[in-house]
């Protein structure tokens, strides 16, 4: 489904991704694992067709994706609908007057009748238990409230892939908890799952292969999870752990 | 700041109006008081205004009343020369237009939350694009001002006593300040881009026309049939 070969980018001066080549297959869970400044959110907005690559190519379900493709609005849509991402920053995905506008702001934009943005805000915010909270403020919420919103707010266009940058990032233990849950009910349901990550105590059992990604950019190391995480070795001389 | 953060209904009667009559009609009556040169028809939006203002909770009406009276002291001590110069007439009743435009607008803002009044903008034919920006606008407000209030306590507590250093801090603080506003909006963009939008801001359709907003539309034209009658003309 995700597909990279050969892929660099770079800030001006700052060279971040270095000759990426990731496969990622559809239903898959992938975390991506690395440390500050590695690149991870990086790669994921590229994934997600919000940065360009500088060199290589970046294939989608087959698709080249490219910033000429991506400046035509139907096929932007078409291609945002399919792969969504949640920010490490919650708090600068949410931008809407109340929580149901923020939900149903995709829906809208894809001009869905409103009966059908309707079902699906109700069907999310039961998901997210986030009913009682429908005509608040989102920027007025805590931190897991703006998690379970903005996760909220990205499923509303079912997309296929989902990418997660930092999704437990600051927050306590419990809503780590139900958030793992309900991550692992999207894996189940057919979501391929892209999760930039640090937090190794609380996304156990969550992914099945792991991507490491080394200070300079590059893929240090691509395996299944458990054999990955298992080598603490290589963990620590990579300042993962 | 606090009530540009959230601006929640107050549980007030007007607020299952539609929003943009709401705003017509205010714009109305702020028009026509202005216009007024009697003080029967200030009298007639007065005895309007207090009716609206009694559906409020309490707590609304003082909030109300406060500016209300505020700004029309304000207009008092402007216009003060004036008085002094033997027009005093003309100075009181351009103070009681003050007071009922104030009064007017301060009950709208009371009994409408935020998002309804964008919404409102949208339904008078305001571009989504501009309503768009009046949201981002209000949001940003509030996120910004936030920061800025982390920073300069942060400051606060770094540093003790009287010194230069503090002022050459306000021009780093207000340079943060811009980094940051730009790189939030620009994470901003991209949420929107990932979520479908292309530079058109879809809005949720407007709320059917129920009685009240009829009652609301007969209301407005009374009030100009009273101004047509005995507000002085244009």
Redesign the interface.
């Known amino acids: 489904m995700i597909e990279l070969r050969g892929v660099c980018f770079g800030y001006p001066e700052i060279p971040v991704l270095r000759d990426l080549c990731l496969s990622i297959r559809g239903g898959e869970s992938v975390a991506l694992v690395g440390p500050n400044g590695s690149g991870k959110s990086t790669l994921l907005k590229l994934v997600c067709g919000l940065l360009p690559p500088s060199a290589g190519s970046y294939r989608f379900d087959g698709a080249e994706i490219s910033k000429a493709k991506l400046a035509d609005e139907t096929y932007a849509k078409a291609f945002h609908r399919r792969i969504g991402l949640l920010f490490q920053d919650s708090g600068a995905q949410l931008f809407c007057g109340s929580v149901y506008d923020e939900i149903a702001f995709g829906p809208r934009q894809m001009g869905l009748a409103e009966v059908e943005v309707s079902r699906r805000v109700g069907d999310l915010s039961s998901m997210f238990g986030l009913g009682s909270l429908l005509g608040r403020v989102p920027y007025h919420l805590s931190g897991g409230e703006k998690r379970k919103v903005a996760l909220a707010s990205v499923l509303a266009l079912s997309p296929d892939a989902l990418c997660l940058d930092e999704p437990m990032g600051g927050l306590d233990p419990k809503t780590k908890g139900s958030l793992k849950a309900q991550i692992a009910s999207l894996n189940s349901a057919g979501i391929t799952l892209l999760c930039a990550t640090h937090d190794f105590e609380y996304v156990d059992g969550l992914f099945s292969r792991a991507v490491v990604l080394s200070k300079e950019g590059r893929i240090a190391r691509d395996g299944p999870y458990s054999e990955v995480m298992a080598d603490r070795a290589f963990l620590e001389e990579m300042n993962v752990v | 700041m606090a009530a540009l953060?959230?601006?929640?209904g107050t549980g007030a009667g007007g607020e299952h109006l539609r929003s943009e009559i709401k705003l017509a009609s205010l714009f109305v009556f702020v028009l026509l008081v202005s216009l007024s040169r009697t003080v029967l028809f200030l009298e007639t939006a007065a005895a309007l205004a207090l009716g609206c203002l009694s559906l409020l909770p309490p707590k609304a009406i003082a909030r109300a009343l406060r500016k209300a009276l505020a700004a029309a002291a304000f207009a008092l001590v402007i216009l003060l020369p004036a008085f002094l110069w033997g027009r005093g007439g003309g100075v009181v009743l351009l103070a009681a237009k003050v007071l009922l435009a104030v009064l007017a607008a301060a009950v709208f803002s009371a009994s409408t939350?935020?998002?309804s009044i964008?919404r409102g903008f949208a339904g008078l034919g305001v571009p989504g694009i501009f309503v768009m920006t009046l949201?981002?606008a209000v949001?940003y407000i509030?996120?910004l001002g936030g920061i800025l209030l982390d920073m300069l306590s942060a400051l606060k507590l770094r540093s003790v006593g009287r010194g230069e250093g503090k002022i050459d801090s306000l021009g780093a603080i207000a340079g943060t300040i811009f980094l940051k506003s730009r790189e939030?909006a620009e994470?901003?963009y991209?949420?929107?881009?990932?979520?479908?939008?292309?530079?058109?801001y879809?809005?949720?359709?407007a709320s059917r026309f129920g009685w009240a907003d009829v009652a609301l539309v007969a209301f407005d034209l009374a009030f100009c049939a009273a101004f047509a009658a005995y507000g002085g003309g244009l």
């Open positions: 953060r959230e601006r929640p939350p935020w998002t964008s949201d981002m949001k509030a996120l939030a994470e901003q991209g949420a929107m881009r990932c979520r479908c939008f292309s530079g058109k879809v809005l949720a359709p």
